[in-house]
């Protein structure tokens, strides 16, 4: 590769989980500490970072395409007398085909995974000099140590306490590509929880792969769970709103696990939701799946929720077609769907994914009736939805603003319950991005909700 001017601008492209956000927000912090700037809109990058996602077979195909255009536009750019962009492969795809990627992709200069990108800086500094870069170490938070204050403003943040996952799922290559479970320090979430809060924060989103399998040290040197933490978080001022993602069933029959099913009843600042996948309904498929539940116990847990915070509403993941999936199997999942009446859920057909146990298992399932299930689960789901909105309606709850509608006549924000709400600008009290509405649940569409104002709370 040739020597080229350090980068002024950079784009990132974040796919996939809300961990990857988060990743992708740090890595700008990063690139902002070397005085790298983001690339106005509609104007190229000099560095293009591909965040990328390796859940399924689809996201993972993504990057490929993506280097692709990246080159061609890039060509273009320097027909013109611009330049190519230095292109940066992170993320899992980094982590699970880094050197494939290399081979594949010649234009592409930096490869980083996602427990390497505090070194991005170092690695920016080799690709000036025309030598290519992979990073794909697995140091555990040697990252979180490694990067800058956070900087993130806004109304809403996430916050990663956890990662990796020690599960292994038959289907699944988060362990593989994000490596063992870690839990990060105590100290360290309360202090970056507080300098998002002064950033303008007002709701925090706690992220991990197996969030509520977090453990650590209060500042006492105790024990504590994930709902020691909330409790301790729900003590900052100014913070409005706590919520957390996402959550494995094996974690909460624990007593760190019962003690979060409690603070749901005790703690006014964490919101009434709670995502727990389930992937199946078949106890034979969750099984094969390695998931360490069954469908009872699932059940179960639920209805500890329910019976903590009544009003809590509930979302999921599903996989169909997982093989050896029979009809009858598929149906069980229906079943628990029906049982539990979701506000909102992601379903998705079974994705081989290479080095994991179920891509060699027998029973494939064919396309198509992986395609059919997941057409009929989705509309089962999508009724939940939309059930669940139109019980909302006649209810007054507070919205927290994040954005402009799709109308710029409206504000966009989100319920207790994480539905989307929006409401007519120039109704009822001003409002502003990060303001707390009160607002009137009026009437119910199949994926959002239109609110009425009553009146904007002080900040
Ligand atoms: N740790 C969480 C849990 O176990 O519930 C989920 C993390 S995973 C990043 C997000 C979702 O992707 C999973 O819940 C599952 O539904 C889906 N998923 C993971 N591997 C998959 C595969 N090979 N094919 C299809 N969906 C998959
Ligand atoms: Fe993947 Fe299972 Fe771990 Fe979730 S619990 S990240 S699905 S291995």
């Given at each position: 590769m040739e020597p080229s001017a350090p980068p002024r601008t950079y784009r990132v492209k974040s796919f996939g989980c809300q961990m990857n956000v988060y990743d992708g927000e740090r890595m700008a912090e990063l690139l902002g500490e070397r005085g790298i700037t983001p690339a106005p809109e509609g104007e190229e990058a000099d560095l293009v970072i591909l965040?990328?996602?390796?859940?399924?077979e689809k996201a993972a195909e993504k990057v490929y395409s993506d280097i692709g255009r990246l080159v061609l536009a890039g060509k273009q750019a320097e027909a013109q007398g611009g330049r190519q962009p230095l292109i940066a492969v992170a993320g899992c795809v980094a982590q699970a085909e880094g050197e494939e990627i290399m081979k594949r992709a010649p234009a592409v200069s930096i490869v980083v995974g996602p427990q390497a990108y505090h070194r991005l800086p170092e690695m920016l500094d080799k690709a000036a000099k025309g030598e290519r870069a992979t990073d794909t170490d697995m140091p555990a938070n040697a990252k979180f140590d490694a990067l800058p204050a956070r900087r993130k403003r806004g109304p809403t943040a996430f916050l990663t306490v956890q990662e990796g996952c020690?599960?292994?799922?038959?289907?699944?290559v988060v362990p593989y590509t994000r490596g063992a479970e870690i839990s990060r320090p105590f100290r360290d979430l309360i202090a970056e929880a507080e300098r998002l809060v002064e950033a303008g924060a007002k709701e925090i989103m706690l992220l991990g792969?197996?969030?509520?399998a977090w453990a650590g040290e209060d500042t006492k040197g105790r024990r504590t769970g994930l709902a020691g933490l909330i409790h301790t978080l729900a003590?900052?001022?100014?913070?409005e709103r706590i919520r957390y993602t996402?959550?494995?069933?094996?974690?909460?029959?624990?007593d760190q696990g019962r003690a979060l099913i409690a603070a749901h009843g005790e703690?006014?600042?964490?919101?009434?939701y709670l995502h727990l996948?389930?992937?199946?309904?078949?106890d034979r498929v969750l099984k094969a799946m390695n998931r360490q539940h069954t469908a009872d116990s699932y059940l179960k847990i639920i209805a500890k929720f329910r019976a903590a915070r009544p009003d809590i509403a509930l979302a999921g993941d599903f996989i169909v077609g997982?093989?050896?999936?029979t009809e009858a199997e598929f149906e069980e999942t229906l079943r628990v769907v029906d049982e539990v009446r979701y506000a909102a859920c992601f379903s998705f057909k079974y994705s081989p994914r290479p080095g994991?146990?179920?891509?060699?298992?027998?029973?494939?399932?064919a396309p198509e009736v992986m395609a059919e299930r997941l057409q009929r689960l989705q509309t089962r789901l999508a009724e939940q939805q939309y059930a669940f909105n139109q019980a909302s309606v006649g209810k007054t709850c507070t919205v927290l603003v994040e954005r402009t509608g799709r109308d710029p006549g409206q504000w966009l924000g989100k319920s207790p319950w994480l539905q989307s709400v929006w409401f007519a600008k120039d109704e009822g009290a001003p409002a502003a991005i990060g303001d707390m509405v009160e607002v009137l649940l009026a009437v119910a569409g199949p994926v959002s909700l239109k609110g009425l104002v009553c009146e904007t709370l002080p900040a």
């Open positions: 965040n990328t996602c390796h859940i399924r020690d599960k292994f799922c038959t289907y699944c792969q197996n969030v509520n003590r900052i001022d100014g913070l996402t959550s494995h069933p094996g974690d909460m029959d624990t703690v006014d600042k964490l919101m009434p996948p389930v992937q199946s309904g078949s997982f093989p050896g999936e994991t146990p179920a891509a060699i298992m027998d029973g494939q399932i």
